[in-house]
């Protein structure tokens, strides 16, 4: 008679339980040996305080062989004390008033003004000037002697101006402009005459004419004869 086996009492049907169960405790273990905690030994020093302790007992038997301090002793005292009497009379400053009665005359220096000399310009320009320079045959009030003035200057240039240089030097076309500035000094003379212009001919032309105008009677700021500063423009075309 054969035997058989109970299929379910065959321990091999239960290997891969095992081997499951196995690994599960495995992690199990392994889990709880991370998450056990453990703490560090720690012993005391107490080598510095034993060193402090040292230097107490130092400084207590410092102090006490310290020794004491000995005070110097007091100067000695004289044997004689003399008394010196106060017998000097001390002459009272008498302060005497400095206030004057009514009735008293008081002297009185005499005052003596001294007038300011009012500093003048030595060159004024003719736009500011009170008293304009007079041109020989000019008349009348100030505002007709300014008038006349520039008048009679304008003509004189435009009779002694040489026109005819200014195609003679090879200008192109067009209006050409000349600018002058002289002065009329405190004796009435033309003076430091200076021109500005598109060519030197045309500035020593311009300059000559200027030094040809007449001696004037000089102009007057605060009622004293000053330079009188003038500026003079010329106009020509050239054809």
Do not use: W
Not at 19 to 31: K, P, W
Not at 117 to 136: L, N, R
Not at 203 to 208: D, K, N, P, S
């Amino acid at each position: 008679m054969q035997i058989k086996k109970n299929p379910k009492a065959n321990l091999e049907n239960f290997s891969k339980l095992f081997m499951q169960l196995g690994l599960v405790l495995a992690l199990l273990v392994v889990y709880l040996a991370i998450e056990k905690k453990t703490y560090d030994r720690v012993i005391g020093d107490l080598g510095p305080v034993v060193l402090n302790m040292e230097d107490e007992e130092e400084q207590l038997e410092l102090e006490i062989v310290k020794p004491p301090e000995v005070k110097p002793p007091p100067p000695p005292a004289p044997d004689v004390i003399e008394v010196v009497k106060d017998e000097e009379e001390v002459e009272e400053t008498v302060i005497e008033s400095t206030e004057t009665d009514e009735d008293e005359a008081v002297e009185v220096e005499e005052i003596i003004e001294v007038e300011e000399e009012e500093e003048v310009m030595e060159d004024v320009p003719f736009a500011i000037i009170e008293d304009v320079p007079v041109y020989p045959g000019c008349k009348g009030n100030k505002d007709q002697l300014r008038a006349c003035l520039q008048e009679k200057i304008t003509k004189h240039v435009n009779r002694k101006f040489n026109s005819d240089l200014a195609s003679d030097l090879g200008l192109s076309p067009g209006v050409k402009r000349i600018f002058v500035m002289f002065k009329i000094d405190k004796t009435g003379n033309i003076t430091n005459v200076m021109a500005r212009a598109p060519h030197k001919r045309l500035q020593e032309e311009a300059i000559r004419v200027v030094n040809l105008l007449p001696k004037m009677t000089p102009g007057k700021q605060r009622g004293r004869p000053v330079g009188v500063k003038y500026s003079l423009p010329i106009a020509f075309k050239v054809e």
